[in-house]
Each structure stands twice: as C-alpha cells, then as structure tokens.
C-alpha cells in the first residue's frame, strides 16, 4: 500500500491524519476496528466519513492503533455551541503497553485545539482510569421520570419500520428542532441515523404533529428516547397517541419542551467532559443515546 502521510515519528510506526483519503489505509484501519472491538457496525460505511481518524500504521502497512473525532453541534441554554467529541480509542491487542495510546491521545487532544480551540471534549468510556490522566473527569447525565397525567386524546400514533424512520429523519434535517432547549445536539441527523440503524428502537410516527417518536415501552413504562420533528409536541399529546394506559413516563433528555414535570434520576453512561462544564450540564440533562458515539 502507499505508505500513509507520515506526520510524526514514532519509529517505526507513521502517523497519519488522512486515513479515510487513502482507500488502503482505510481498509486497513477498518480491520483494527473490527480487531479491537470485535464488531462489524451495520452502520455504513465503515469508517464513517463524519469523523476525522487518526492511526498509526507499520511500515507494511498495518494499522496498530485508532481514534476518532469529530465536532459536535450543542443547544446549551438555548445557543448554539461547538464541543469535540472522541471515540474508538483502540490498540491492536499485539501492541499493547508501549505507549501508543498515549501518544494517539496527545496528537487527537491537538487536533481537538486545532479545530475548536477551548472547546469541551465529550467521550464515552467505561474506563475513567484511562482518560482521568489526559484531563477528562465524569460527567453524570440524569433521566427525567414523572407521572403519565391527563393524555390529549389524539389519533393513535403510527408505528413505523427502521427504513421508514430514516427516511422520516432525512426529510425533518433541515428543520428539525432541538428536543430540548437546555442540552442537546444540534441537528445530529448522522449520529441518529447510525444509531437507528445499529438499535431496534420502537419508532412510532404521530400525523397530527408530524413527528417522529423513539421509545422503549417497559410495562407500565414509558421511555422517551428521543423525538424528530419541527415543533416538539407536548408530553400529553404524545402520551394521547402513544400510550394512554402508560402510569409513568421517563425521558432520556431535559424534558423543558415538553410542558410536563418530572424528577431527575442519575443514570451514569460514562460521559466523560475535558475543558469547562457549561452551565446547562452542570443542572442534570442528558444527551439521547440516539446521539451517542
Ligand atoms: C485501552 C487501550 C487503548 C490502551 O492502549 P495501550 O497502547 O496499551 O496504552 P498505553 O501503553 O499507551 O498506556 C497508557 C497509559 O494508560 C494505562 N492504561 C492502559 N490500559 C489501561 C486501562 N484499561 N485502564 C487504565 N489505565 C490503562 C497504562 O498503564 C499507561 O499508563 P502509564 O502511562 O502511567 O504507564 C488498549 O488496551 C485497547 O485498545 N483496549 C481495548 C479497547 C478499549 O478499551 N478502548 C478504550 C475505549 S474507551
């Protein structure tokens, strides 16, 4: 393979910022991913062009170790803010203990000051230990549980297929409205689609409102897990359509939109933040796992 564009020595690996414009580097870095964290995403295409990849190969070519970053739109208190947001740390199990991870990380926190200078870093790790030394500290997201009271009687919601769904998401992109004003991602069109794509959610589709409805039913529950429209409807009017039995309600994002009052319960998805809490996370919120990375 041409040898990727050597940004740095780490003899005898090369680093390369340009990994998914040299179709083998791509290949190869794609075969770490499913190395090191043994799946083959349904999401495609693999690597994902939204996320800029940093790697270093051997010099015939293979690709010992990986991490991603992208920018990410935030709604925080009602502005639009940029954070970066990381992913897919991962070194080939061969290589391990030398270093290469530290070294990606170094580079990756550049790049994060390169493209959004004093910008917050999210990332999500089951491993504090391992980001606590580059500055990251726990960041604890909350749901939201409260009654399910008075439904709007309405016209029962549609359930709608997976394919049908992204097509409901492409069609609201341009348009489509933060589901909360206190917290969340921006548009967020490729991170939803992946995740849909990925998850089996149940999607539901509400004419009325002309909106789209990720939940999770648990008996009596019901788990908001995110919602895709222009206008978010009222917690009523989407329990009228969704659920009128359902005794209690949880949603997976600050419910501010949703004229409706509920608690927050802490729920740790091992949110990790680098740089200064905005104000709006440091009052329980949550980001979707329908905007997880
Ligand atoms: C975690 C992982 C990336 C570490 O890679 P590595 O190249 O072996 O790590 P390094 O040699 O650069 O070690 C860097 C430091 O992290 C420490 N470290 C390594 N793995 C660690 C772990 N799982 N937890 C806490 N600390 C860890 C090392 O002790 C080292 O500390 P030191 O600098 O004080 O010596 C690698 O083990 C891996 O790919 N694991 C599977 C995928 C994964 O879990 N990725 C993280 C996703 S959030």
Same mark, same amino acid.
């Given at each position: 393979?041409? #040898?990727?564009?050597n940004?740095?020595?780490?003899?005898?690996?090369?680093?390369?910022? #340009?990994?998914?414009?040299?179709?083998?580097?791509?290949?190869?870095?794609?075969?770490?991913?499913? &190395?090191?964290?043994?799946?083959?995403?349904?999401?495609?295409?693999?690597?994902?062009? @939204?996320?800029?990849?940093? !790697?270093?190969f &051997?010099?015939?070519?293979?690709?010992? !170790?990986?991490?991603?970053?992208?920018k990410?739109?935030?709604?925080?208190?009602?502005? &639009?803010?940029?954070?970066?947001?990381? *992913?897919?740390?991962?070194?080939?199990?061969? @290589?391990?203990?030398? %270093?290469?991870?530290? =070294?990606?990380?170094?580079?990756?926190?550049?790049?994060?000051?390169?493209?959004a200078?004093?910008?917050?870093?999210?990332?999500?790790?089951?491993?504090?230990?391992?980001?606590?030394?580059?500055?990251?500290?726990?960041?604890?997201? @909350?749901?939201?549980? %409260?009654?399910?009271?008075?439904? =709007?009687?309405?016209?029962?919601?549609?359930?709608?297929?997976?394919?049908?769904? +992204?097509?409901?998401?492409?069609? @609201?992109?341009?348009?489509?409205?933060?589901?909360?004003?206190?917290?969340?991602?921006?548009?967020?069109t490729?991170?939803? *689609?992946? #995740?849909?794509?990925?998850?089996?959610?149940?999607?539901? /589709?509400?004419?009325?409102?002309?909106?789209?409805? +990720?939940?999770?039913?648990?008996?009596?529950?019901?788990?908001?897990?995110d919602?895709?429209?222009?206008?978010?409807?009222?917690?009523?009017? +989407?329990?009228?359509?969704?659920?009128?039995?359902?005794?209690?309600?949880?949603?997976?994002?600050?419910?501010?939109?949703?004229?409706?009052?509920?608690?927050?319960?802490?729920?740790?998805? %091992?949110?990790? +933040? *680098?740089?200064e809490?905005?104000?709006?996370?440091?009052?329980? /919120?949550?980001?979707?796992? =329908?905007?997880?990375?």
């Amino acid at each position: 393979m041409s #040898n990727p564009r050597n940004e740095g020595s780490f003899s005898p690996f090369s680093l390369s910022q #340009n990994v998914l414009d040299d179709p083998q580097a791509a290949d190869a870095y794609a075969r770490l991913l499913q &190395e090191v964290f043994d799946f083959v995403p349904r999401r495609a295409p693999v690597p994902d062009p @939204h996320w800029h990849v940093l !790697a270093l190969f &051997e010099p015939q070519g293979a690709c010992v !170790a990986g991490i991603e970053i992208a920018k990410l739109g935030l709604v925080l208190d009602g502005e &639009e803010r940029v954070a970066m947001a990381m *992913r897919l740390a991962g070194v080939a199990p061969s @290589h391990r203990g030398r %270093g290469l991870f530290r =070294t990606l990380m170094d580079h990756a926190l550049a790049a994060c000051a390169q493209r959004a200078a004093a910008a917050p870093i999210l990332l999500y790790t089951e491993d504090e230990a391992l980001y606590t030394r580059f500055g990251f500290a726990p960041l604890v997201q @909350h749901a939201f549980v %409260g009654l399910a009271l008075s439904p =709007t009687p309405s016209a029962a919601a549609r359930p709608v297929s997976r394919a049908e769904a +992204i097509e409901l998401i492409d069609r @609201h992109a341009p348009s489509r409205a933060p589901v909360s004003l206190q917290c969340a991602v921006r548009g967020g069109t490729d991170l939803l *689609r992946a #995740n849909v794509e990925e998850s089996d959610p149940r999607l539901a /589709f509400l004419d009325a409102v002309d909106a789209l409805v +990720i939940y999770e039913r648990e008996e009596a529950e019901i788990v908001i897990v995110d919602i895709v429209a222009a206008v978010i409807p009222t917690m009523a009017t +989407i329990i009228g359509a969704l659920a009128p039995d359902a005794r209690r309600v949880r949603t997976l994002f600050p419910p501010d939109r949703l004229a409706w009052d509920a608690t927050p319960v802490p729920d740790d998805t %091992g949110l990790m +933040i *680098r740089g200064e809490v905005p104000p709006a996370m440091r009052r329980p /919120f949550m980001l979707p796992p =329908t905007t997880g990375f």
